[in-house]
C-alpha cells in the first residue's frame, strides 16, 4: 500500500515538474500563472501611490502578448482600460513572486509622453536580438468612449542586446488613423527588411512597413471587415463575438505568404507578400491575388514554423493547433488543450533556447465582459505555457539571415 502511494506521489511530482504530455507527443508546462498581475515596483510606497491615483487599477490589467530572448521573456498588458502602469515587461523572480518588470524601464511606461511606451499589444524579437514593438498610440479603447485617448501609433525596433533603440517610426494618419485604428498584432521579414501588422479597428486592415525606405502603407479588403452577430460558446457560457477587425496575423517561413484572421470571423487568408511589398499596387490590385484558405474556427494570434507549418487556437475548444499548410486545412492537428487552464489562447512566441512554443491564456472575453473573477474563486486568470510542437518545429524566422545584421543605436532616425 505504501509503495503504491509512494509511486502515485511520485507520478505527480514528475508531471508538474516536466508537463503533461498531449495526444500529439508535445509536453506542454504551465511557466506562469496569476490570479492578478503584479509589477516591480520600485517600492511599496509608490504601488499604493499608484492605486491612489488611479495608474493602477488591478482589474484592468490582462496578460496579452508574450515573446522570448536569451533566457528572458517579456509580456505585454494593453492599455484597454486606465490604470495599467506598465504596458511592456519582463517577467522577473522579485524573491518572493514572479512578477512583470517594466521594460526597458519605468520611464519609457509614462502615458502621455509620446517618446515612451503609450500601448502596446504586440511585438516580435527576431534573430539579431531586435525587438520590433507595436505602439498602439491611443488608450483605454475598450473602455467607455469618454476615456479614449488618441494618439500617434509608432514601430520602435529597440536592440535587447545594446539596450538602445535603432529606428522609431511614427505611422502617418492615412496608415493608421490617430483616432480611430488598433494597432494589433505584427510579423517581421529579417530578411527583406519588411513588417506587417494588422490593423482591428474600423474595419481591419494590414499595414506594411518598410524597413529600407522607412516608408509604411496600408492594404484593404473587405475579408478583413470583421463579421456581424456571430456568438462563440467556452465552457458553458455563450459570448456575443463583435464585429472584429484584422488581428491574427502569421509569415510563412519562406516570406513568401500572408495569413491573417480576425476574431469575429472562422476563416482564415493569406496573400503573397510579393504583392504587398510592391507600394505601387492599390488594394484592389493586391486583392485579386487574396486567397480564401477554409474554416479554423474562432481564433486570436497565429504563428507560422520553419516546417511549413500554421499554429492556431480554436477558442471554442480552448485548444492548439497546427497545419500543414501542403494538406487541406480539415486535417489541421491537435497539439494540446484544456478547458480550466487554457481558456482563450492568446498569442504566441518562440522559445529558441529550448525549441518550444510559447503561448498566453488570459480568459479574454470574461474579462471583456467584466465576468472574471480577482478573488482567486476561479483560478488563475492569466498564464504563460511552453509546448513542444510535432517534428520539434521552431520559429518561422529560423535560418532565415537578417539583413542588415548589425545597425548602431539611434536615438532618433
Excluded at 497545419?323 to 498569442?347: C, H, K, R, S, Y
Aim: aromatic residues 14%; glycine residues 8%.
Amino acid at each position: 500500500m505504501f509503495r503504491s502511494l509512494l509511486v502515485f506521489f511520485i507520478l505527480i511530482l514528475v508531471s508538474v515538474i516536466f508537463g503533461t504530455p498531449n495526444p500529439s507527443g508535445g509536453d506542454s508546462e504551465l511557466l506562469y500563472e496569476w490570479v492578478t498581475l503584479d509589477y516591480d515596483w520600485p517600492s511599496a510606497a509608490d504601488r499604493e501611490a499608484y492605486i491612489a491615483s488611479g495608474r493602477y487599477i488591478v482589474e484592468n490589467n490582462a496578460l496579452a502578448g508574450v515573446k522570448s530572448y536569451d533566457g528572458d521573456i517579456y509580456v505585454t498588458v494593453p492599455r484597454w482600460r486606465p490604470g495599467v502602469p506598465s504596458t511592456l515587461n519582463k517577467v522577473i523572480n522579485n524573491g518572493t513572486a514572479y512578477v512583470l518588470q517594466p521594460y526597458p524601464s519605468w520611464a519609457m511606461q509614462e502615458v502621455g509622453n509620446y517618446s515612451a511606451l503609450q500601448f502596446v499589444q504586440s511585438m516580435e524579437i527576431d534573430s539579431r536580438g531586435w525587438m520590433w514593438i507595436l505602439d498602439v498610440g491611443r488608450l483605454n479603447i475598450l473602455a467607455n468612449a469618454s476615456l479614449i485617448v488618441n494618439g500617434p501609433p509608432k514601430l520602435i525596433i529597440w536592440d535587447l542586446n545594446a539596450n538602445c533603440p535603432v529606428r522609431e517610426f511614427v505611422f502617418p494618419d492615412d496608415v493608421l488613423p490617430y483616432n480611430n485604428s488598433w494597432a494589433n498584432d505584427i510579423v517581421v521579414d529579417q530578411a527583406n527588411g519588411f513588417a506587417y501588422i494588422t490593423d482591428t479597428k474600423p474595419t481591419g486592415g494590414i499595414v506594411i512597413y518598410n524597413f529600407n525606405t522607412n516608408q509604411a502603407r496600408r492594404f484593404d479588403d473587405v475579408s478583413m471587415h470583421g463579421t456581424q452577430g456571430n456568438n462563440i460558446t467556452i465552457n458553458g457560457t455563450t459570448f456575443v463575438v463583435a464585429p472584429m477587425g484584422t488581428d491574427g496575423i502569421a509569415l510563412s517561413h519562406d516570406l513568401e505568404t500572408l495569413y491573417y484572421c480576425d476574431l469575429s470571423n472562422e476563416n482564415v487568408f493569406s496573400v503573397p507578400t510579393f504583392y504587398l511589398r510592391n507600394f505601387a499596387l492599390t488594394s484592389p490590385e493586391i486583392a485579386t491575388h487574396l486567397t480564401n484558405v477554409g474554416v479554423k474556427g474562432y481564433s486570436d494570434g497565429m504563428t507560422f514554423t520553419n516546417q511549413n507549418q500554421l499554429v492556431f487556437a480554436n477558442q471554442a475548444q480552448s485548444a492548439l493547433y497546427v497545419w500543414d499548410v501542403t494538406t487541406p486545412l480539415e486535417e489541421a492537428q491537435f497539439v494540446v488543450g484544456d478547458n480550466d487552464t487554457m481558456e482563450w489562447i492568446d498569442t504566441f512566441g518562440f522559445n529558441s533556447e529550448e525549441g518550444t512554443l510559447l503561448f498566453t491564456s488570459n480568459k479574454l472575453l470574461k474579462w471583456f465582459y467584466g465576468s472574471m473573477q480577482f478573488d482567486g474563486s476561479d483560478g488563475a486568470n492569466f498564464r504563460v505555457w511552453s509546448v513542444s510542437l510535432p517534428n520539434g518545429a521552431g520559429s518561422y524566422l529560423m535560418g532565415v539571415e537578417p539583413n542588415p545584421k548589425h545597425l548602431t543605436c539611434l536615438v532618433e532616425d
